[in-house]
């Protein structure tokens, strides 16, 4: 309980002009109950709420309460009553930056608006007895902005489709480049963007220490120890008991992971819930129905150990880092590379091309050349590439006598 108010905390801080005045642990009944809380407790919290009288909202840790419950609680206290949703809907709101972002957030606010209208209707009816019709038409109000708000709903889902077009359009060019693509996931405020800034050396990119500070996909360019150019995918953090259809709506953002060659799972080894945070961030991976050799590949990375004195990672395979400190960075671009060459088919050879020849100039359009080193006196050059299976099935059928080594 402890922690997870301390989370609710760090939900609000994240919201400019938000200011936690006051806070509570108190036990709490099932949501779907018209009162969250026994009688006991909800004295206790009523009277605590109008002992402030700076409050504005009260903000409630549950993942939803229902339009009833919270006209209940509002007329009760005579504040805004908040649940996790609508909170964690805000921060989105506020850190959408892309188009994508902005439809995602209106995609997700439907059921929002679709359970504030029946509040609203009810209490219509309450004043004046019986809905009426609209203007003769034959539609009562309630039906009227239910019409509305579907048709809002399939507009978003639309554009969101076009947009989604537009990517696989995209993706289907990086494939033919061949560029492999890495995504960075973890827990939100697990340190994704320092890592993806210390691998890359980006400048542009600007952490910041909060929950969500990115919801939207980006694409960060690096290079591993044997130079092969990489593209690291950041992408928005987990949260536990995040609203599922938060999650639904955020999903195809999410399914640019599928089409990554690996997957790095960075978490905040210093939060004392850390094997909890992993566990959700897992069972939302399982849930996007990723393939299984992503799932078996994953690099785990267990990043902030300058916060803890020698600090050995307990699990098998995982990887301690810093990212702001830059310590094990090396061991991990080493194991990424290492994973690369096995989930891509690519090798590293080196092989003997006569300068004469066509096999550079091919080398150079199929294969990422590393380095070339020319022996002028027979005109051969040695030349190290990286190369998928299938180029280099092709090179041996076009220059069958290239020395390889």
């Given at each position: 309980?402890?922690?997870?108010?301390?989370?609710?905390?760090?939900?609000?801080?994240?919201?400019?002009?938000?200011?936690?005045?006051?806070?509570?642990i108190i036990p709490?009944?099932?949501?779907?109950?018209?009162?969250?809380?026994?009688?006991?407790?909800?004295?206790?919290?009523?009277e605590k709420i109008k002992k402030l009288p700076h409050v504005t909202a009260v903000f409630?840790?549950?993942?939803?309460?229902?339009?009833?419950?919270?006209?209940?609680?509002?007329?009760?206290?005579?504040?805004?009553?908040?649940?996790?949703?609508?909170?964690?809907?805000?921060?989105?709101?506020?850190?959408?930056?892309?188009?994508?972002?902005?439809?995602?957030?209106a995609l997700a606010e439907i059921p929002l608006l679709r359970s504030n209208l029946k509040n609203e209707v009810s209490q219509l009816d309450q004043q004046r007895g019986g809905s009426?019709?609209?203007?003769?038409?034959?539609?009562?109000?309630?039906?009227?902005?239910?019409?509305?708000?579907?048709?809002?709903?399939?507009?978003?889902?639309?554009?969101?489709?076009?947009?989604?077009?537009?990517?696989?359009?995209?993706?289907?060019?990086?494939?033919?480049?061949?560029?492999?693509?890495?995504s960075v996931m973890g827990y939100t405020n697990c340190g994704k963007?320092?890592?993806?800034?210390?691998?890359?050396?980006?400048?542009?990119?600007?952490?910041?220490?909060q929950l969500f500070a990115t919801l939207d996909i980006t694409a960060h360019?690096?290079?591993?120890?044997?130079?092969?150019?990489?593209?690291?995918?950041d992408t928005i953090g987990f949260l536990t008991d995040l609203p599922h259809n938060l999650v639904e709506s955020f999903s195809a953002t999410l399914e640019e992971v599928a089409y990554s060659d690996l997957i790095v799972h960075v978490r905040d080894i210093t939060h004392p819930e850390t094997i909890l945070q992993k566990a959700t961030v897992l069972s939302v991976l399982k849930n996007?129905?990723?393939?299984?050799?992503?799932?078996?590949?994953?690099?785990?990375?267990?990043?902030?150990?300058?916060?803890?004195?020698?600090?050995?990672?307990t699990e098998e395979n995982a990887l301690a880092v810093s990212a702001l400190h830059g310590h094990g960075l090396e061991e991990l671009k080493e194991e990424i590379e290492k994973k690369i060459l096995t989930t891509t088919g690519k090798k590293i050879l080196t092989v003997n091309v006569n300068l004469e020849g066509p096999q550079l100039s091919w080398l150079y359009k199929e294969a990422t050349v590393q380095e070339v080193e020319v022996m002028p006196e027979d005109g051969t050059a040695r030349v190290k590439v990286i190369i998928s299976n299938s180029a280099f099935g092709r090179y041996k059928n076009l220059f069958p006598n290239s020395k390889i080594f």
């Amino acid at each position: 309980a402890e922690l997870q108010i301390a989370e609710a905390v760090a939900l609000v801080d994240t919201i400019q002009n938000w200011t936690v005045l006051d806070k509570i642990i108190i036990p709490t009944k099932n949501p779907d109950k018209k009162f969250i809380f026994g009688k006991g407790n909800f004295q206790v919290l009523t009277e605590k709420i109008k002992k402030l009288p700076h409050v504005t909202a009260v903000f409630l840790n549950v993942e939803r309460i229902s339009s009833l419950t919270k006209k209940e609680l509002e007329d009760a206290w005579g504040v805004k009553v908040f649940d996790r949703y609508t909170v964690v809907l805000h921060i989105f709101r506020c850190n959408a930056r892309t188009k994508e972002a902005k439809l995602q957030i209106a995609l997700a606010e439907i059921p929002l608006l679709r359970s504030n209208l029946k509040n609203e209707v009810s209490q219509l009816d309450q004043q004046r007895g019986g809905s009426r019709y609209i203007m003769g038409s034959g539609e009562t109000f309630m039906e009227t902005q239910n019409r509305i708000l579907k048709e809002k709903e399939l507009k978003i889902r639309n554009a969101l489709e076009k947009l989604r077009r537009k990517r696989s359009l995209l993706r289907t060019q990086r494939r033919k480049r061949e560029f492999p693509i890495i995504s960075v996931m973890g827990y939100t405020n697990c340190g994704k963007t320092t890592l993806i800034k210390a691998l890359t050396g980006e400048a542009g990119l600007q952490p910041r220490d909060q929950l969500f500070a990115t919801l939207d996909i980006t694409a960060h360019a690096g290079y591993l120890p044997s130079h092969m150019a990489v593209i690291y995918v950041d992408t928005i953090g987990f949260l536990t008991d995040l609203p599922h259809n938060l999650v639904e709506s955020f999903s195809a953002t999410l399914e640019e992971v599928a089409y990554s060659d690996l997957i790095v799972h960075v978490r905040d080894i210093t939060h004392p819930e850390t094997i909890l945070q992993k566990a959700t961030v897992l069972s939302v991976l399982k849930n996007l129905n990723l393939p299984s050799h992503l799932l078996d590949s994953m690099v785990e990375v267990h990043n902030k150990v300058d916060l803890i004195e020698r600090y050995k990672p307990t699990e098998e395979n995982a990887l301690a880092v810093s990212a702001l400190h830059g310590h094990g960075l090396e061991e991990l671009k080493e194991e990424i590379e290492k994973k690369i060459l096995t989930t891509t088919g690519k090798k590293i050879l080196t092989v003997n091309v006569n300068l004469e020849g066509p096999q550079l100039s091919w080398l150079y359009k199929e294969a990422t050349v590393q380095e070339v080193e020319v022996m002028p006196e027979d005109g051969t050059a040695r030349v190290k590439v990286i190369i998928s299976n299938s180029a280099f099935g092709r090179y041996k059928n076009l220059f069958p006598n290239s020395k390889i080594f």
